[in-house]
């Protein structure tokens, strides 16, 4: 990302394709920069965001409860949920209870947790999914 970005809070990258994907649902949103496979867009009052792994086992939906306090529901890996917590997205208590709630170890956890939350929903990367 380049680094006049990381301190625009309205900007989020985006990716398409079959090697997982990050999909911003904004009222005004306009692209900026695409660099590789990511695009770099200018986002206003998110409404929701639909992200993908790379290896398709993560699956997550935010969606805008109010201002910038929303929802999270889907599937995640074990890195997803760490991933979660590292960008503020989840607390390490919304990943114990998610746990709590699972089928047995090998099976991908469910989860569903609300918080705030910023552009740091869209940078969890999936690199070891």
Same mark, same amino acid.
């Given at each position: 990302?380049?680094?006049?970005?990381?301190?625009?809070?309205?900007?989020?990258?985006?990716?398409?394709?079959?090697?997982?994907?990050?999909?911003?649902?904004?009222?005004?949103?306009?692209?900026?920069?695409?660099? /590789?496979?990511?695009?770099?867009?200018?986002? /206003?009052?998110?409404?929701?965001?639909?992200?993908?792994?790379?290896?398709?086992?993560?699956?997550?939906?935010?969606?805008?409860? /109010?201002?910038?306090?929303?929802?999270?529901?889907?599937?995640?890996?074990?890195?997803?949920?760490?991933?979660?917590?590292?960008?503020?997205?989840?607390?390490?208590?919304?990943v114990e209870a998610i746990m709590a709630t699972q089928q047995p170890e090998g099976e991908e956890a469910q989860a569903t947790a609300e918080g705030e939350?910023?552009?740091?929903?869209?940078?969890?990367?999936?690199?070891?999914?």
């Amino acid at each position: 990302m380049p680094e006049s970005y990381l301190r625009d809070p309205e900007v989020f990258p985006e990716k398409e394709g079959d090697q997982g994907s990050i999909y911003i649902e904004a009222v005004d949103k306009v692209d900026l920069k695409k660099i /590789r496979d990511v695009t770099f867009i200018n986002a /206003r009052d998110i409404l929701g965001i639909i992200y993908t792994s790379k290896t398709g086992n993560t699956k997550l939906k935010w969606r805008q409860l /109010r201002g910038r306090i929303g929802r999270v529901t889907g599937d995640a890996s074990g890195n997803s949920l760490g991933n979660l917590v590292m960008a503020r997205v989840i607390s390490p208590d919304d990943v114990e209870a998610i746990m709590a709630t699972q089928q047995p170890e090998g099976e991908e956890a469910q989860a569903t947790a609300e918080g705030e939350t910023g552009a740091q929903t869209t940078e969890t990367p999936e690199e070891q999914d």
